[in-house]
């Protein structure tokens, strides 16, 4: 089979075999056939509307250790902060003001806020926004501790599974953690009734193309709303600090292969696509991705959330970020609306 057979036989049956997944993911000649054909899905489902979400990096403390990650506990340079309820309020009446109706809490795994804190949050949230969507994504918790959260209030959870194969999950975190439990995560997640994201790094260290068809195979399994997917990129202060970023073409190729897969997906261009790439976002849209992200955080910690180097955004009010995105997916050829932005599956 050609790749362009290939291209179509993914829109048509919305799956591969093992090794046309790698034939696809090795070459870039026919990545303009493949970013047409997500887009052509993308728009039947989606048109042009692009949704937002107000993302709020309420700490940067996290008990864990994983080696690609800026804000890893063994991180003893960074300085480290957390937001009080008080101000993560003010971030959200920020965000609603701007168009917002959908809050992500995120975090590193910080123990520091008790189920008790979290659930107090998500209620508050939830009562003065009826209308919104309250995400969360800090990491791994008990299922109780995630059944908790949603019966205060919050309705998806982004998780990403990082890596699908076990050997590679070992070699990007120390012991103590594994790739099963954050596996088990997610089904209770879904089981729970969140919607659920889940999703990987491109070109984390060590990563090879058959991982990444067993990446896209978990995601088959778990049906995951959401899907986030950006390039690794390099932090100093970490053991992967002297490893090469992953590939901007790379990435946009798999943005559009999910979209082949699962049509109905909500994808981000996300801030690690913007960071590699002036216009990563832009093209990642264009590829199929059909989800913005911008940041809610108040501006002087922003530096301070460094998952890796060079992060875009940091020194941005969240009305500025607001209205450089409105023209950014405009140039691509999309547009910001500003509802709930539910899956429409
Ligand atoms: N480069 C790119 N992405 C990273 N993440 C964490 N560290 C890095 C890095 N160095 C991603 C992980 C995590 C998400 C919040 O950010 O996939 O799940
Ligand atoms: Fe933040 Fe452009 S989106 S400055």
Redesign the pocket.
């Known amino acids: 089979m050609t790749i362009s057979e290939t291209i179509t036989k993914l829109a048509q049956q919305k799956n591969l075999t093992d090794s046309e997944f790698i034939a696809l993911l090795s070459t870039d000649v026919y990545d303009n056939l493949l970013h047409t054909t997500a887009d052509k899905v993308r728009r039947q489902i989606y048109g042009d509307e692009v949704y937002i979400r107000g993302l709020i990096e309420f700490t940067n403390y996290c008990k864990n250790n ?1 080696y ?4 890893r506990c063994g991180n003893s340079v960074i300085e480290r902060y957390r937001l009080s309820k008080q101000e993560i309020l003010e971030c959200c009446k920020e965000g609603y003001g701007l168009g917002f109706r959908t809050f992500v809490l ?1 975090g590193g795994e910080d123990p520091f806020y008790t189920d008790d804190m979290i659930c107090d949050i998500i209620h508050e949230i939830r009562t003065t926004y009826p209308d919104c969507a309250i995400t969360l ?1 800090f990491g791994e918790k008990s299922k109780e501790s995630y059944l908790s959260y949603f019966q205060s209030g919050a309705n998806r959870y ?3 599974h ?1 890596t699908a194969n076990n050997n590679h999950y070992q070699k990007l975190h120390p012991i103590g953690m594994s790739l099963e439990n954050r596996k088990q995560c997610l089904f209770n997640l879904k089981e729970i009734g969140y919607q659920v994201g889940s ?3 491109v070109g ?1 260290p060590f990563q090879t193309l058959e991982n990444i068809v067993e990446d896209l195979r978990f995601l088959q399994d778990l049906q995951p709303d959401m899907i ?8 100093e202060q ?1 053991p ?1 600090a002297e490893y090469e ?2 590939s901007m073409l790379l990435t946009l190729r798999l943005i559009s292969i999910l979209r082949l897969l699962f049509p109905y997906a909500l994808i981000p261009a ?1 801030t ?1 696509l913007g960071t590699i790439d002036q216009n990563g976002r832009e093209l990642g849209l264009k590829a199929g991705a059909n989800v913005v992200m911008p940041n809610l955080s108040p501006v002087k910690f922003r530096k301070l959330y460094e ?2 180097n060079h992060k875009i955004c940091t020194g941005e009010e969240a009305a500025q970020c607001r209205g450089c995105l409105e023209r950014r997916v405009k140039s691509a050829g999309y547009r910001i609306v500003t509802n709930i932005g539910n899956v429409k599956r």
């Open positions: 994983c690609y990650c800026g804000i995120q994504s982004l998780l990403r990082e999703g990987f790094m984390s986030g997917i950006g390039p690794y990129l390099a932090h970490t992967f970023n992953g996300t690690a998952l890796y």
